[in-house]
Nanobody, 125 residues
Framework: QVQLVESGGGLVQAGGSLRLSCAAS????????MGWFRQAPGKEREFIAA????????YYADSVTGRFTISRDNAKGTCYLQMYNLKPEDTAVYYC??????????????????WGQGTQVTVSS
């Protein structure tokens, strides 16, 4: 059983930056592909980014490509989401996700094996 704990959310002005962290415990972190999703009020949870277990492959949603960067540090058991040029429409609860299967499938909600509890990101205009 893997436990995921996100941190780093908060309130930021449009154009600002934040870095989210996801600390994993209870499993072999380096064997999991990791991802980030977000859910805005009244909307469905959506895929943001994913990274393979050795950081070789990454995927991004079109809405964040060029502004967000996913990374991981297997020695620390932590996954990161660096967010630049934030926009009000980025306001959401951000969730960390882990999957033991193919990283390409981590773009689907149903393929996530483990979820974090979420961290709120609010971008003011």
């Amino acid at each position: 059983q893997v436990q995921l704990v996100e941190s780093g959310g908060g309130l930021v002005q449009a154009g600002g930056s934040l870095r989210l962290s996801c600390a994993a415990s209870g499993g072999r972190f380096s064997s999991y592909n990791m991802g980030w999703f977000r859910q805005a009020p009244g909307k469905e949870r959506e895929f943001i980014a994913a990274i393979s277990h050795r950081s070789i492959t990454t995927y991004y949603a079109d809405s964040v490509t060029g502004r967000f960067t996913i990374s991981r540090d297997n020695a620390k058991g932590t996954c990161y989401l660096q967010m630049y040029n934030l926009k009000p429409e980025d306001t959401a609860v951000y969730y960390c996700a882990a999957r033991s299967g193919a990283v390409s499938n981590l773009r689907e909600l149903s393929e996530v094996n483990y979820w974090g509890q979420g961290t709120q990101v609010t971008v003011s205009s």
